[in-house]
């Protein structure tokens, strides 16, 4: 069996393990990246925001995403009852990006492996990790296998996980944790969007509430193409009967926002199934190893979070890992654990919101305070690690403690217009 030498094994070439592997390559260390699929492939996660621009840019691989002509986001715009809340990323708290991309993953995943192929990385495609033996010092001898069944080793001095759903290293090492949150499905399809012209601007996601805990996702293309999905328990799906092509249309004329504009579109394929997506890890890192992206935790896509920790988690790990090779001492737990979990924590609050309501509370309140939307912007943005933003540094009180406030408030105006409104509470 042929055994290949390199300094990192990168395993998974979506974009945690594209920014990861440029990043060790740029610093001058052997980099070999296996990717079970060949590409272009399906995945979802197609709204991004502003903060993985950053991650890109340091990686080099920005151009080659600018090059693909992606759908370019300058906000967020949330809808309830035809009331809408728009947050444009230009208001945000902190310095930073103020736009990002909607972009065909398909494309995007693509356009990112080419940018780190044109590095000098080469990506190997259609080739599986089957089994990894990790010795004393960290190193590892780990088994591949291709399309062909043809059996391959890569002796390595390190490894980055960024195996995304496949999980590899959780798996054949036992790391695998429950979430604590609730297990949630989506139901999803690209349509040909002849009518978006009649609500919505192609230039932001919109998230419609649909129930209190079911939203849709419309995430327009520069194509003419738009993405839909509805996202709620599995209890509330099976109240619909048929196939998921007849589920979703039936969905889709159950939501007067979206009702009139997709009556009937051409559906571009059979509606896909995710379900019970939200996982963890027991740890992030380990005696030779560090995962980055979905590997680690996943928690929902409400927020369009996930390409933008996958991003920054290999920008973090990333360099830790350079370190490591050029011998320094790095304390994994501090750098990279808390660094990450900093950001994973304060979406988990702010998904946590959602789903209890306090953040639909806060969205579509009247009057709102610019200074606090400003605030709350810079998360939707992905800016989740700037704890000089009290609404990132205290994340597990601030929501509800303004949502109390604002139902607060509310109710009082209710006494004092002498009931007046009642319509309206
Ligand atoms: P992936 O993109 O999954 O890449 C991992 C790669 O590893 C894959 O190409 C896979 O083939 C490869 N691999 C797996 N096993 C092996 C193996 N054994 N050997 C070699 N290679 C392997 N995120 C957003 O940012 N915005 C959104 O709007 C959004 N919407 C979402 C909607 C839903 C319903 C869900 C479930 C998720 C959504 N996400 C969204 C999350 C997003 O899909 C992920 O967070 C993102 O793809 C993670 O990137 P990654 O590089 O970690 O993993």
């Known amino acids: 069996m042929q055994t290949i030498k390199t300094d990192v094994l990168i395993i998974g070439a979506g974009p945690a393990g594209t920014v990861a592997g440029a990043l060790v390559n740029k610093a001058g260390f052997n980099v070999y990246v296996v990717e079970k699929m060949k590409f272009p492939r399906f995945v979802i996660g197609e709204s991004l925001l502003p903060r993985c621009m950053e991650a890109l840019e340091e990686a080099g691989l920005l151009e080659s995403v600018l090059q693909q002509g992606f759908q370019r986001k300058t906000g967020a715009k949330f809808v309830r009852d035809g009331v809408i809340c728009d947050y444009s990323f230009s208001d945000q708290f902190t310095d930073g990006w103020d736009h990002a991309y909607q972009v065909t993953r398909a494309d995007f995943?693509?356009?990112?492996?080419?940018?780190?192929q044109a590095q000098g990385v080469p990506v190997h495609y259609e080739t599986s990790v089957t089994a990894?033996?990790?010795?004393?010092?960290?190193?590892?001898?780990?088994?591949?296998?291709?399309?062909?069944?043809?059996?391959?080793?890569?002796?390595?001095?390190?490894?980055?996980?960024?195996?995304?759903?496949?999980?590899?290293?959780?798996?054949?090492?036992?790391?695998?944790?429950?979430?604590?949150?609730?297990?949630?499905?989506a139901l999803f399809v690209h349509i040909k969007d002849e009518n978006r012209q009649m609500d919505d601007e192609p230039d932001r996601i919109t998230i419609v509430v649909h129930k209190p805990d079911v939203w849709v996702w419309i995430i327009p293309f520069a194509t003419g193409i738009t993405s839909?999905?509805?996202?709620?328990?599995?209890?509330?799906?099976?109240?619909?009967?048929?196939?998921?092509?007849?589920?979703?249309?039936a969905l889709i004329a159950d939501e007067p926002y979206i009702a009139k504009r997709m009556e009937g579109v051409a559906f571009l394929w059979e509606p896909k199934v995710l379900q019970s997506w939200s996982v963890t890890t027991e740890k992030f890192y380990g005696n030779g190893f560090v995962l980055t992206g979905n590997v680690t935790e996943f928690l929902d896509p409400v927020f369009s979070s996930g390409v933008t920790l996958a991003t920054v988690s290999s920008q973090i790990a990333g360099?830790?890992?350079?370190?490591?090779?050029?011998?320094?001492?790095?304390?994994?737990?501090?750098?990279?654990?808390?660094a990450m979990m900093q950001g994973v924590n304060t979406f988990r609050s702010y998904v946590m919101s959602w789903y209890d309501t306090s953040l639909h509370t806060i969205f579509f309140a009247e009057n709102q305070d610019p200074e606090i939307k400003r605030k709350i912007c810079s998360v939707?943005?992905?800016?989740?690690?700037d704890t000089s933003n009290d609404y990132v540094k205290d994340h597990e009180t601030v929501l509800h403690k303004l949502a109390r406030t604002i139902k607060l408030r509310d109710s009082i105006s209710y006494i004092n217009s002498g009931f007046k409104n009642e319509e309206d509470k």
């Open 109 to 116: 995943d693509l356009a990112l492996a080419n940018g780190l």
């Open 132 to 185: 990894i033996q990790f010795r004393e010092d960290g190193s590892s001898i780990t088994t591949l296998v291709d399309a062909d069944g043809q059996e391959a080793q890569v002796e390595a001095r390190f490894i980055i996980d960024a195996s995304g759903y496949g999980r590899v290293i959780p798996r054949l090492f036992g790391l695998e944790r429950p979430s604590n949150l609730p297990p949630r499905k």
């Open 228 to 249: 839909v999905g509805f996202v709620g328990s599995p209890a509330f799906f099976e109240k619909y009967q048929g196939t998921d092509e007849e589920v979703l249309r």
């Open 319 to 338: 360099n830790l890992v350079v370190r490591h090779l050029k011998g320094e001492k790095v304390d994994w737990e501090k750098d990279y654990t808390e």
């Open 380 to 385: 939707l943005a992905g800016y989740v690690w």
